[in-house]
Every structure is written in structure tokens, then in C-alpha cells.
């Protein structure tokens, strides 16, 4: 039996075998949620082709844009090129990047599915990046869309109660199944994703930690 296949070899084979995999648009619920707040720093954890961070860029937030993929962040680059705006891009694995402590205003996981085990931890990485009362916004597929979209292992697909147990230490202000239409190659097709908004409270980095 083989290695594993690295995350960054994975995705940038799927990257590489299309002209685009995403759309270009951002998440409706971020844009509704950035709206309304004012224009800091913003890290866009697993940032693919940047169609969350450039959004954010071309409203003034200044974006880091983090993701394991290199074509996916050359794409990213290039687009921001395009469209005159300044985006920051590291290619990195999150379980290996530490970005300064208590640095960022917002942070987006869009999509991102770890295992079980890890998704805790991810959130937690996030909220040590996040300044007291900065905000988390995590989106992903609900496990009732298991085997149409996102990975393989249900256990690693989202529900609002699996979202909600990872996300100790925050204070949690929106987390439910979002059901919409996107359009396909075979015709219009109806989807669900869980979504969830989080702060980080004054004392989260201590909870977050573990300390007492």
C-alpha cells in the first residue's frame, strides 16, 4: 500500500484539471455578515482561488489567504492583479502555519472538512489568530449532501450540533442548515450547507488554551 497522497499534491491536481473549480462569487452569508462590520484584517483559512478573500480586498479588509494549494493561490494572485486589489497569499497547511497571535478581525473556513479529531482544533487555531471579539464565520457541506458533494467520510461532512460542540471558547451567535440552489453543468440543483458565526470573547484565549 502506498503513502497517502499529501493535501497539496490533491488539490493541486484537481486545481490543474479545470480552468476554474469555484465560483468567482463570495459566500452570501459573509457578505451579508463583512457588510456590517468595519474593515480590518481577515484571515481566509483554505482560500482557494480567493473568490471570499478578494471580496473582502476590494472592501478594504487587507487579506491573508491561506491554502496548501499553489495553483489555487497562483489563480488567487492573479485575479487580485486584475482587479487592482493587494492580497497577501501563503501556501501553507494550517496544521503547520502559525499566524500571530490575536492579529485578525474576521476568520473564514469555507468548506474546509478535517477529520473529526481535528476540527476542534481548527477552530481553536482560528480563534487564537483572532483579536477579542473578532468574528469566525465557518461554512461547509451538511452530511444530507453526503455523496453528492464534499469529501468521502461522512464523519468529516458538517451538522449544526457537530459545528456547535467544536466551537468551545466562542461565543456562538448563528449555527443552522442553509438549504439553496446552485446551477450545474446538468441544470439546477438544490444543496445544503451548515453555517455558523462565532466571537471570540475576551477571555477566549484562555478557554482556548485550555488554562484556567
Known sequence: MGEPELPSTFWNRRYREVDRLWSPEPNAV???LAAELPAGRALDLGAGEGRNGLWLAKRGWRVTALDVSEA?????AQRAGEEGVDLECVEADWREYRPA???????VIAYMHPEPDKRTAMFEWAGE???PGGHLFVVG???VDHGRRGPPDPARLYTPERVRVALPGFDLLRCESIAYE???KEGPSDVVDVVAIAKRGVVARRTLRGEK
Do not use: P, Q
Not at 489555487?72 to 488567487?76: E, F, G, H, K, S
Not at 497571535?101 to 476568520?107: E, G, M, N, R, T
Open 72 to 76: 489555487a493561490l497562483a489563480r488567487a
Open 30 to 32: 459573509l457578505a451579508e
Open 101 to 107: 497571535a490575536s492579529s485578525f478581525d474576521l476568520a
Open 141 to 143: 457541506v451538511n452530511v
Open 182 to 184: 446552485v446551477e450545474r
Open 129 to 131: 489568530a483572532l483579536v
